[in-house]
C-alpha cells in the first residue's frame, strides 16, 4: 500500500463520508501536559471510522459484484457502516449478526436498508452463515478490518488530521481488530513528519500487544473488557503493517478505560464509546513520555447506549 | 448597536476564544425535514456560548477598572464565564453565589481562578452581596445577559456560522435572560438574508413569549424547568432589541426539551444541556412550518451533570 493509494482513498470517499472535525481542551491539553488534537470520527456518518473503510471497499467493487451485493458478519460498528456504505451507493448488503445482538444495533442497520441474517452466537457459525449467503446470494464478503480498501479508508482519518496539523509527534489510536491502526501507521509513515503511531490495547483484548512482542499473530485468550469494539483479533493483512509502522502498544486497566471516557464526555463534551477513549487511557497512563509534545489522539466512534453508561 | 460594532467585537474577542465547529447530521435533517447546522457552543471554552459575553465585556473596561476586579452575581454558566474570562485577561473576578450551589459549580469557579463569595440563596441576597462587594472593593458588575457588551459577545456566535453559512433562513436560539438571543438577532439583521431569528422557550418559563405578545418586559411568576439556563428574565437592554429583531418566539414542553437533548446526544453525538435542547425542540415542535428550509440550531451549551440524567 503505497501513498498514492491513500491519496487516491480520500478522493474516492470524499462524496460519501462526513470530514470530521478536529477538536481541542486547555484542560485537556493541562491534563495530559500535552497538546492534543482530537479527530472527531464520533460525528462520521453513523457513529464511526468505519464508515470510511467501509465506503471504501464498496466503491472498489466491479460493477458485477456491485449487482451481487455485499456480506459481512458484524454486531458491531462494521455492520452499519457497510449497511450505510452499500446503501449510498446503490449496493445491497447481507448483515449476518448473532440472534442476541441488541435490538438497537438490529434497528440501526435496518434504518440503514441493510437485510439482517441471523445466527447463533459463536465465532464460527457467524463465519459458517456469512459464507452461506457468500455462496448462496453471490454477494462479496468484507472483513470488517483484515482488508486492504477496508484499511486504505481506516487511514484517511489520519491523513484528514495530519492535513491540518502536519507536525504531531504522535498519533494514538485504539487497536481492536487493526484496521485503524494500520491504517493511521500508513498515514503517518506517509504523511507525518516522523509521526510515531502508538496504540492503545485493554489489558483484557491484548493480541496486538503480545504480537509486537513475539513478532507473529497471537490470538485472545479472553475479550473482557468494556471497549467492545476492540475485543476483536489482528489479521494476516494488517499485522505486517502495524509491526512495520507502529512504534508501541500501550495497555490500559478498565478503570482508566472508563476514567478517559468521562473525561471526554466532561472536558470535551463528545459522546465517545468505551473503545475511544483507549487512545487517550494509553496517553495518560504513559504521559511523563510525551511530555510537550503535540499529539493526535483519534477518537474512533459515539455509539454507545446511554441506558447503560458505565458512570 | 450597528454593524460595525459586532464586527469590532468578533475581532476583540477572537484570541480568546474558540471558533466553534458546525456539525451537521443526515439523521436529524431527515427527521426535522429541512437542512439543520448546528453551532456548537458547547465546545466553547468553559464549555458555553457565555464566554464570549463575558470576554467582550472584561475587555471593553478602561485599564483602571480592570485594575479593580468585576463581579457578577450567578450560579450558572456565566460566573464560570466570567471568571474564566477574567483570568486569561489578567482581572480579579468576584462571583457571587449563593451557599447552596452545586459544589461542581463552586469548584469550576474556583478552578478558574474566581473568587468565590457566599450568599443566601435568594434573588434579593444575591443582589445585594453583589451591590456590596462593588462598594467595597470598586469591582465592576456586569450582568449575565442584559449589558450591552455581553449582548455583542454572544452575537458572535451566530456571526460566526453565518460566515460559513450565508443564506440561513433561519435561526434558532433559546432564550433565557434574552442575551444571547438578541445578539444572535443582532447578527442575522447584520450578516443575514433576510434571515428570521426564532427562540425557543420553555412553558415553564416563557417570559419572552409574553413580553412579545404584550410588547412590554412581562416577568416569570414560576421557573420549573430542567432547563436551567432559562430560568432568568429579559432585561430593559436586550428586550427591545428581541422586540425589534426576532420574529417569534416558540414555547416547549419539558418532555421535548428532554426528547430533543436525547436526540443530539444519540445522533449529533455532542453532550449539550437541556438549555441547549430548547431551541431544537421549538424547531421540531413546529417543524411542518419550516419544511425544506435551512436552518442554523444554536447549541448553546455543554455543562451538564452526568450524574442526574432527564433520561
Chains 1, 2 share one sequence.
Not at 464511526?48 to 456491485?66: D, T
Not at 512495520?244 to 478503570?255: L, M, N, P
Request: aromatic residues 6%; hydrophobic residues 40%; neutral net charge.
Amino acid at each position: 500500500m503505497q501513498k498514492q493509494d491513500l491519496t487516491a482513498t480520500h478522493r474516492r470517499i470524499k462524496p460519501y463520508i462526513h470530514r470530521t472535525p478536529v477538536l481541542t481542551s486547555r484542560l485537556l491539553n493541562e491534563i495530559a501536559g500535552a497538546e492534543l488534537y482530537f479527530k472527531c470520527e464520533n460525528f462520521q456518518r453513523m457513529g464511526a471510522f468505519k464508515m470510511r473503510g467501509a465506503v471504501n471497499a464498496v466503491l472498489q467493487l466491479s460493477e458485477e459484484q456491485k449487482a451481487r451485493g455485499v456480506v459481512t458478519h458484524s454486531s458491531g460498528n462494521f455492520a452499519q457502516a457497510l449497511a450505510l456504505a452499500a446503501q449510498s451507493i446503490g449496493v445491497k448488503a447481507y448483515i449476518v449478526m448473532p440472534q442476541n445482538a441488541p435490538q438497537v444495533k438490529k434497528d440501526a442497520v435496518r434504518s440503514y436498508g441493510g437485510e439482517i441474517i441471523e445466527c447463533a452466537s459463536t465465532p464460527i457459525a457467524r463465519e459458517e452463515r456469512a459464507a452461506q449467503v457468500e455462496q448462496e446470494k453471490g454477494a462479496y464478503f468484507l472483513h470488517p478490518s483484515n482488508d486492504r480498501e477496508v484499511i486504505l479508508g481506516q487511514g484517511t482519518a489520519a491523513l484528514e488530521l495530519l492535513e491540518e496539523q502536519p507536525d504531531l509527534a504522535y498519533l494514538f489510536s485504539p487497536v481492536g481488530g487493526g484496521g485503524l491502526i494500520a491504517g493511521t501507521a500508513l498515514a503517518a509513515h506517509y504523511f507525518g513528519k516522523d509521526c510515531q503511531v502508538i496504540g492503545g490495547e485493554p489489558f483484557g483484548a491484548d493480541d496486538a500487544y503480545r504480537s509486537l512482542l513475539s513478532g507473529q499473530l497471537e490470538t485472545n485468550d479472553t475479550t473482557h473488557t468494556i471497549a467492545d469494539g476492540l475485543r476483536t483479533q489482528l489479521g494476516d493483512i494488517n499485522f505486517p503493517v502495524i509491526k512495520e509502522h507502529v512504534t508501541r502498544i500501550i495497555r490500559v486497566e478498565e478503570a482508566e478505560i472508563t476514567a478517559a471516557m468521562r473525561l471526554l464526555w466532561e472536558r470535551l463534551k463528545v459522546i465517545i464509546e468505551p473503545s475511544s477513549a483507549v487512545a487517550l487511557a494509553a496517553l495518560l497512563r504513559e504521559k511523563d513520555e510525551f511530555k510537550g509534545q503535540k499529539i493526535g489522539v483519534l477518537l474512533s466512534g459515539g455509539n454507545v447506549d446511554l441506558k447503560n453508561l458505565p458512570f
